[in-house]
């Protein structure tokens, strides 16, 4: 026996006379009616309000408006292919068959994240930029183990360097290279006593009560993940219903600030003759790392989360329709 799904709302006409059609069918091509109200879900409300009565039944779907004729030939083109696979034994549409027929775990867990992902992925984004925030309060605090601990976590994720990253508690908030040439600020050089261009130095410093203390992720990292938060915020409190960015506008807005500003910076640095000729040896400063990582942090999230959102979507109907099923067939 097949099962056919009807997606209906209360007073419904079109909707009341394909549940008489069904019925009339039942005898000729037996079937087991789910009928599911969109007004209970706001996505089967958005995608089928102007199309319902829809009726599906295994991978066939009626669209109102439509016959009874048309209702007869999906339902028996349906079970037909029932049939079919039945009688050829398909390994695949067993397991499909069995799957279909018990709610798991799995199922109640893909459900509740497919509703709260946004919750998730917001929850984890801050966590994950609030603790290199903790490593110099902890160090403020004389808890240099803990501190320590933080910085080694993170020190495969981010190059740490002290002349790029934000320092808390001490003079200044940024100590950037003399050669970003920003006035009014301290130099790291000056600041500290060391060799501006001892990288590993840079990397292992991590401040004291003069200077303050070292945030165990980059200016630009922090800017990235801040701005990604950000819009994921933006984007719970829409709903979830902003449209996603377009990928040119990605790379234009996204990528290309911070691939300009970085890979100038770096190759810049290289040291090699001939393309020192062309571009002169710079280094960016806190204000460009901090506005080019916003740009494509937020710019990133955006062009990501409503594609997400469209998966979970998905992953939210073909449950919402699952459980319909089983639970009127206990």
Known sequence: MITVTLYSRPECHL???????????????????????????????????????????????????????????????????????????????????????????????????????????????????????????????????????LYKVYSPLCHQFGFRSFFLFGGQLVYPRAAAEVDGLQTWGEATGLNEQDIEAARAYTGNSDIGFKVALCERDVAIYASMLLFGLVFAASGNRLRGLHWALWILIGIAPIGLDGFSQLFSQLGLPAVNAILPYRESTPLLRVLTGSLFGFATAWFGFPPMEESMRETRQFLVKKFAIVGQGD
């Open 15 to 149: 909707c009341e006379q394909a549940k008489e059609d069904l019925a009339a069918l039942q005898e000729k091509i037996p079937h087991r009616l789910v009928e599911i109200n969109i007004e209970n879900d706001p996505d089967l409300h958005k995608k089928y309000l102007a199309e319902i009565p829809v009726v599906e039944a295994g991978p066939y779907r009626l669209k109102a408006p439509f016959t009874r004729q048309a209702l007869e030939m999906t339902l028996g083109a349906a079970a037909d292919r029932v049939s079919h696979l039945e009688r050829i034994g398909d390994d695949s549409y067993q397991s499909a068959v069995k799957r279909g027929q018990t709610i798991t775990p799995s199922d109640r867990v893909y459900f509740w994240l497919s509703k709260h992902y946004m919750v998730v992925v917001n929850l984890l984004l801050a966590l994950y930029l609030g603790l290199p925030f903790l490593a110099p309060a902890l160090m403020k605090a004389g808890a240099e183990g803990p501190a320590q601990a």
